[in-house]
């Protein structure tokens, strides 16, 4: 019987809204710096929620053809620079691969319901089908960025697109994963991104009742876990990955970050913000990622969790941890990275993998910060406002979707 494939995450692409590439966006979170600001894509003052976490300072050109930037939308751009970012840090030679055995992967919520479908729109409302511009009907796509990453990259191999909501960033690498263990690949290409901060996109969520209203100070908006939370911040960007066999990156020499372990998924049977059976969908996710990684609650040393800070959200989160960990809920450590980068929604768990895996490597886990008023019914560990320096060898993420899935991945430090 042929042993099963290990599979590694070997480079990481980051563009965030606290830093664009893995070390700035690290260096970030460490220090409890916020993305988060007052909203420069439109006049916001009209709205209920007047922030969130733009990517500022993204220059596309950077890492594409001008001719090229201007026909792709902003959640392509971001997909291509990550991808590209990724492809770098791991050090893989794409050339000298066989091109059927390197796949792409890229997921996104929102599509190109931001820059790409408000500025068809716009023009269409002015001038008719005519002032369209002449890419959009398959730029706001959501396999656009997929085939953008492919054209870039040169890849030959198949091109998947992932729309699982804020679930995305997991079920992403869940899909290497499978590839990979199946032998239908040796590299994938995995990741999600997200360009939603445009007007209409943003109204819609402002009508949800979604947004967060907390604006003095802007980086203060977001607060997951604290009894003043209120809502999510929205946010953009993007974290691709080179996800491979654990012998293939050995035989080129390439860095492991860590090992994806396993990896399990809950459904409400629901639709909404407010679903009664979420908390039961995201215990079934948990224990499924334990049962698939053969991980018990007791192994995990940290959890990098959805914590998004809308009010329901992250009760529900911290009930399904205190029901499936046990007594170890309340030693293990948790946080949120939303509270400095906001939700990019499909690509808000790609940056949550990120900076799992730099966790890993580096021991020291990012905090939550805004967290100033304790929630009764939120009792555990969340590594309030300061990072902490702690041994992690394995890790779980939690990805929580509106639309009523949730997902698990389980991340272990590399071993031999």
Known sequence: MRKPRRVVITGLGVVAPNGIGKSAFWEALVAGKSGIDYITAFDATPYPCTVAAEVRDFNPEEFMHARRVRHRGRFSQFAVAAAKLAVADSHLKIAAEAPERILACIGTAMSGAGDVYETARVEFEKRGFEGIPLMSGVEFAAHAPVSHVSVEL??????????????????TIEWARTEIGSGRADVVIAGSTEAPISEFCFATLCALGALSKFD????????PYDLRRDGLVLGEGACVFVVEDLEHARD???????????FGSGNEGGFGAKINASELALRDAILGGLASAHETPDSIDYVNAHGNSLPEFDL????????????????????????????AMGAGAGFQVAATCLTILHGIIPPTINYETP?????LDYVPN????????????????????????????PRS
């Open 154 to 171: 040169g890849l030959r191999g198949q091109g998947m697109t992932l729309a699982s909501a804020c679930a995305t960033g997991l079920d």
């Open 216 to 223: 003095d100070p802007p980086l203060k908006a977001s607060r």
């Open 252 to 262: 080129r020499g390439a860095p492991v970050y860590a090992e994806v372990l396993g």
């Open 316 to 343: 529900i989160e911290t009930r399904a941890i205190r029901e499936t960990f046990g007594r170890a809920a309340y030693n293990v450590p948790i946080s949120s990275i939303k509270s400095m980068i906001g939700h």
């Open 375 to 379: 929630d009764p019914e939120c009792d």
């Open 386 to 413: 300061q990072a902490r320096i702690s041994r992690v060898r394995t890790a779980l993420i939690n990805a929580h979707a509106m639309g009523g899935t949730h997902s698990v991945l389980i991340l272990g430090a």
